[in-house]
């Protein structure tokens, strides 16, 4: 079974810029896995930010952006601030009706 | 306003029986695809399983085929999540989510439901 990958956790400061990422076990993710991104704070439902690959959802700043690189999903947060420290979730479509999370990827920014 | 609120979570022992609702409003409730998404405590998000608009089409995550339902009625703008032979494992917020159009994404989420399982 394919598992999403994602980084456990990131450090930033704040205003600076990091990109979290979204992989494969095996193989290479694209556009046709509609890759979104979501985030979360302890206690709080998700949010969405991103969406088929790179759209942003209504009234997300637009320091998020989504992208490809390489073989990946990414998400690159620039200018970082400071309630922008939560967890990030990748999201995959695989196919046949199947959804898949990424772990997750916890952003810490000091 | 698009609005999600999730009930019927609770302490279950092994083996036994659960029902989730989730009631909709603020949208054409039978438009969308909807989904069930969970997180056990501590742990990241997991979806769990999908229903299509006319609930003819129906997917879910390996761990819960054979012992989850999902449903749907649309005349109650209501969906549903029977879970049966509950394991410790399944102990988990269980999020109901809408699909966007098209449905390459979550735009809304529920506040989540508790279900405990243990003896």
């Known amino acids: 079974q394919t598992v999403v990958t994602q980084e456990p956790s990131f450090s930033v400061s704040p205003g600076g810029t990091v990109t979290l990422t979204c992989g494969l076990s095996?193989?290479?993710?694209?556009?046709?896995?509609?890759p979104s991104w979501y985030q979360q704070t302890p206690g709080q439902a998700p949010r969405t930010l991103i969406y088929n690959t790179n759209t942003r959802s209504s009234g997300v700043p637009d320091r998020f952006s989504g992208s490809i690189l390489g073989s990946q999903a990414a998400l690159t947060i620039t200018g970082a601030q400071a309630d922008d420290e939560s967890d990030y979730y990748c999201l995959l479509y695989m196919g046949s009706g199947i959804w898949v999370f990424g772990g997750g990827t916890k952003v810490t920014v000091l | 306003e698009v609005q999600l609120v999730e009930s019927g979570g609770g302490l279950v022992q092994p083996g036994g029986s659960l029902r989730l609702s989730c009631a909709a409003s603020g949208f054409t409730f039978s438009s969308y695809w909807m989904s069930w998404v969970r997180q056990a405590p501590g742990k990241g998000l997991e979806w769990v399983a999908n229903?299509?608009?006319?609930?003819?089409?129906?997917h879910y995550v390996d761990s819960v085929k054979g012992r989850f339902t999902i449903s749907r009625d649309n005349a109650k703008d209501s969906l549903y999540l029977q879970m049966n032979s509950l394991r410790a494992e399944d102990t988990a917020v269980y999020y109901c989510?809408?699909?966007?159009?098209?449905?390459?994404?979550?735009?809304?989420w529920g506040q989540g439901t508790l279900v405990t399982v243990s003896p």
């Open positions: 989510a809408r699909f966007g159009n098209p449905p390459t994404k979550y735009d809304y």
């Open positions: 229903i299509q608009q006319d609930g003819s089409d129906k």
């Open positions: 095996s193989g290479s993710v694209s556009t046709s896995y509609n």
